[in-house]
């Protein structure tokens, strides 16, 4: 059978069970179980005749989501919110990993921007973080421990202030979504200017180790989970410039609800960022360089790891599950 006669006679019944799958309408696991069987067998199919086909990717993610139904309905199933990290979370991560691609390439081309801006404009940094901060820091730079500012304050007030205040921004990068993604892109643009001056501003002072071990003990966390967030937020505009098959309304319903999981998958990396920053940032001057280079390659390590590398493991592990019959569910 060629490709195009293969889509035409299945393309409804793939679309229906697509829209059952999001909605959530299934009238018993029997049926879902069914549905879910025909699918495996078109997937594989495609895989032999059409290895090349776009329809694979479409029909793979298609299956992704139709296990998580099943194991969500087995009587065995472990508890929700374990579930949601361990599984639903990367399976999302994968289907929409270009978005997360897409939001790191962007965040690396915007520091970069921040970076060239101060290195070509000596008023620059004083423009994006303010002359009390700039002047701050250099009488920081001039007693010899450049990231004082975050000494200021107590462990526990810093930890809640610094943790609210990136929850906030998280929540702003997603919800800005709604404006096609440039609202994202908006909050992503001021942030990365930021972080690419501030970092040159070091870099210009010769302490640019320093800010390093300070910084990053926390950032890494902190920032990866931004753009995470911005990511989601991507997903939400595209949602809603890019409905496909679905309604306007139906897709954007569906890009919210995905962004919005991807959005609290962040909060406890947001919040072990901010534990960091309350409580050990600020001793980074005294520890030994060893200790703050390992904390910032463990934090980094952890949260790249669950983004990037553990939904294709998570994936992997799917479509090479066995497909389950009715009685077993």
Same mark, same amino acid.
């Given at each position: #059978? ?9 393309? $409804? ?20 179980? &069914? ?9 594989? @199919? ?6 090349? &086909? ?39 991560? =994968? ?5 997360? @691609? ?20 000596? $008023?620059?940094?004083?423009?994006? %973080?303010?002359?009390? @901060? ?53 909050? #992503? ?64 319903? #569906? ?49 790249? =790891? =669950?983004? %990037?590398? @553990? ?17 077993? %569910?």
């Amino acid at each position: #059978m060629r490709e195009v006669s293969f889509i035409k006679q299945n393309k $409804e019944k793939w679309l229906s069970f697509e829209k059952a799958i999001f909605n959530n309408d299934f009238k018993n696991p029997d049926e879902l179980a &069914s549905q879910y069987i025909h699918l495996i067998n078109d997937l594989a @199919y495609a895989q032999t005749y059409y290895p090349k &086909s776009k329809v694979i990717t479409y029909l793979n993610q298609l299956a992704a989501k139709a296990f998580q139904k099943i194991y969500k309905t087995k009587r065995h199933d472990t508890n929700r919110l374990v579930g949601f990290w361990k599984t639903e979370v990367p399976l999302i991560c =994968y289907q929409f990993r270009k978005f997360i @691609y897409v939001a790191f390439i962007i965040f690396f081309a915007f520091t970069f921007i921040g970076v060239i801006s101060a290195a070509n404009d000596g $008023e620059f940094v004083r423009s994006v %973080l303010g002359d009390n @901060y700039v002047n701050m820091s250099l009488e920081n730079i001039e007693k010899g421990d450049p990231v004082a500012v975050y000494k200021s304050g107590s462990n526990w007030g810093s930890f809640i202030g610094i943790t609210i205040n990136n929850l906030r921004v998280g929540i702003i990068a997603f919800v800005m979504g709604v404006f096609l993604g440039v609202g994202t892109l908006y909050i #992503m643009f001021n942030n990365c200017i930021m972080l690419g001056s501030f970092q040159y501003f070091f870099y210009e002072k010769n302490v640019f180790w320093e800010s390093v071990r300070g910084i990053w003990i926390h950032g890494s966390m902190e920032i990866f989970a931004i753009v995470i967030e911005c990511a989601a937020g991507l997903i939400l505009g595209a949602s809603i410039l890019f409905p496909g098959t679905h309604s306007r309304y139906t897709s954007f319903k #569906m890009g919210a609800k995905t962004g919005i999981k991807i959005l609290i998958s962040t909060m406890p990396f947001t919040f072990a960022a901010g534990f960091l920053e309350g409580f050990v940032t600020r001793y980074s001057n005294i520890m030994p360089h060893w200790l703050s280079v390992s904390i910032i390659l463990i934090t980094l390590g952890i949260i790249s =790891y =669950y983004y %990037l590398i @553990y939904p294709f493991k998570i994936q992997k592990q799917i479509t090479q599950q066995p497909v389950l019959s009715p009685s077993q %569910l």
